[in-house]
């Protein structure tokens, strides 16, 4: 029995000796394998998070360290230096609050009377400032500002600019018409989007958010689109009461006068008379472009020769204004 033992123990140690063998050939080849094999290093998940967040979003996460700069732990900034690339040693400087140059130059052509009209009631502000109202649309006014200033503005650029005391009047702002082209039909919007939550047909038809018709009018596809769907509402049996300006004669004038006037018809003439007036300001637009780049090229030339000078004429259709009335006292 004794025998036995020890012959097992012998076997044991053997063995042993064996097994250890051959962890020692299996990790001198799986270095071997480790040493030949092309391996990236490893990315921290900290640093794979930050190097997918948006640069807007990094350097509110700056700033916010910043501000806690000087109660983070000793070592702090030299682990976010090296670790994440995040530099705290500098300070940061916040974005200038000065308007720019252009900035100031849209909003004193905005101030222009003929550009902008005051407010009569004193009482309509906004922070501190009375409100002026746009005699145009906002395309037509950018349009004017590059002519008449020369500064080649981008439209998305222009409207960024335009203080927020300066605004678009409704309906019942003005009671004299500017433009019947332009206004009539921004106006049977307007009428369709306060009436599109009564029928359905309209709440489908009509696209969310727009509310000036020239965002409408100056894109041919969307002008298209919205014109079919102008065409499914003629089948539609209900009346509509709106506003429109119309020309009639004044005992006052030797000529027709634009006249606001409220009118009830079939949902079939409203839309007639919607779509024709659409497709006429469509052209209307153009047209107002293209004279205002004929303006800017004859200003070009009269600068550039010395016998050339511009003029530039802008008339009302209606010399009683309601607003000088109200400013009189009247």
């Given at each position: 029995?004794?025998n036995?033992?020890?012959?097992?123990?012998?076997?044991?140690?053997v063995?042993?000796?064996e097994n250890?063998?051959?962890?020692?050939?299996l990790?001198?080849?799986?270095?071997e394998?480790?040493?030949?094999?092309?391996t990236t290093?490893m990315?921290?998940p900290?640093?794979l998070?930050?190097d997918n967040?948006?640069?807007?979003?990094k350097?509110r996460a700056?700033?916010?360290l910043?501000?806690?700069?000087e109660?983070?732990?000793r070592?702090?900034l030299?682990?976010?230096r090296k670790?994440?690339?995040?530099?705290?040693s500098?300070n940061?400087?916040p974005p200038s609050?000065?308007?720019?140059?252009?900035?100031k130059?849209?909003e004193?052509?905005?101030l222009h009377?003929?550009?902008?009209?005051?407010?009569?009631?004193?009482?309509?502000?906004?922070h501190g400032?009375?409100?002026r109202?746009l005699l145009?649309h906002?395309?037509?006014i950018?349009?004017r500002?590059?002519?008449e200033?020369?500064?080649?503005c981008?439209?998305?650029?222009f409207?960024?600019?335009?203080?927020?005391?300066?605004?678009k009047?409704s309906?019942?702002?003005w009671g004299?018409?500017l433009?019947?082209v332009?206004?009539n039909?921004q106006?049977k919007?307007?009428?369709l989007q306060?009436i599109?939550f009564?029928y359905?047909?309209l709440k489908a038809?009509?696209?969310?958010?727009?509310?000036d018709?020239?965002?409408?009018v100056t894109?041919?596809?969307?002008?298209?689109?919205?014109?079919?769907?102008l065409?499914k509402?003629?089948?539609?049996q209900f009346?509509i009461?709106?506003?429109?300006?119309?020309?009639?004669?004044?005992?006052?004038s030797?000529?027709?006068?634009?006249?606001?006037?409220?009118?009830?018809s079939?949902?079939?003439?409203?839309i007639?008379k919607?779509?024709?007036?659409?497709n006429?300001?469509?052209?209307?637009?153009?047209r107002v472009r293209q004279?205002?780049?004929?303006?800017k090229?004859a200003?070009?030339m009269?600068?550039?020769?010395?016998?050339?000078i511009?003029?530039?004429?802008d008339?009302?259709?209606?010399?009683?204004l309601?607003q000088?009335?109200q400013?009189k006292g009247?």
């Amino acid at each position: 029995m004794k025998n036995k033992n020890e012959r097992l123990s012998n076997e044991i140690k053997v063995l042993r000796k064996e097994n250890l063998k051959m962890k020692r050939l299996l990790s001198q080849k799986r270095s071997e394998e480790t040493s030949t094999a092309d391996t990236t290093p490893m990315t921290s998940p900290t640093k794979l998070f930050i190097d997918n967040v948006s640069p807007t979003a990094k350097r509110r996460a700056t700033k916010r360290l910043l501000n806690k700069k000087e109660n983070l732990p000793r070592g702090s900034l030299s682990k976010l230096r090296k670790k994440l690339g995040i530099n705290l040693s500098n300070n940061y400087n916040p974005p200038s609050s000065t308007p720019s140059t252009l900035q100031k130059d849209i909003e004193e052509f905005l101030l222009h009377d003929d550009v902008t009209k005051q407010a009569p009631d004193k009482k309509k502000q906004l922070h501190g400032k009375q409100i002026r109202y746009l005699l145009n649309h906002l395309s037509t006014i950018h349009q004017r500002f590059m002519t008449e200033t020369g500064n080649n503005c981008h439209y998305s650029t222009f409207t960024r600019y335009i203080p927020d005391y300066v605004l678009k009047p409704s309906i019942d702002d003005w009671g004299t018409c500017l433009c019947i082209v332009c206004l009539n039909p921004q106006l049977k919007l307007e009428k369709l989007q306060r009436i599109k939550f009564l029928y359905p047909v309209l709440k489908a038809l009509l696209p969310d958010g727009l509310t000036d018709i020239t965002d409408l009018v100056t894109d041919e596809i969307k002008t298209k689109d919205f014109l079919d769907n102008l065409v499914k509402l003629e089948d539609e049996q209900f009346n509509i009461t709106y506003t429109e300006w119309t020309k009639k004669k004044n005992y006052k004038s030797n000529v027709p006068v634009s006249i606001k006037t409220t009118l009830t018809s079939s949902i079939s003439d409203f839309i007639t008379k919607f779509s024709k007036e659409i497709n006429d300001l469509v052209s209307h637009i153009d047209r107002v472009r293209q004279q205002f780049r004929a303006a800017k090229q004859a200003r070009q030339m009269a600068t550039e020769q010395e016998d050339t000078i511009t003029i530039q004429l802008d008339w009302s259709e209606n010399f009683k204004l309601k607003q000088a009335r109200q400013e009189k006292g009247e």
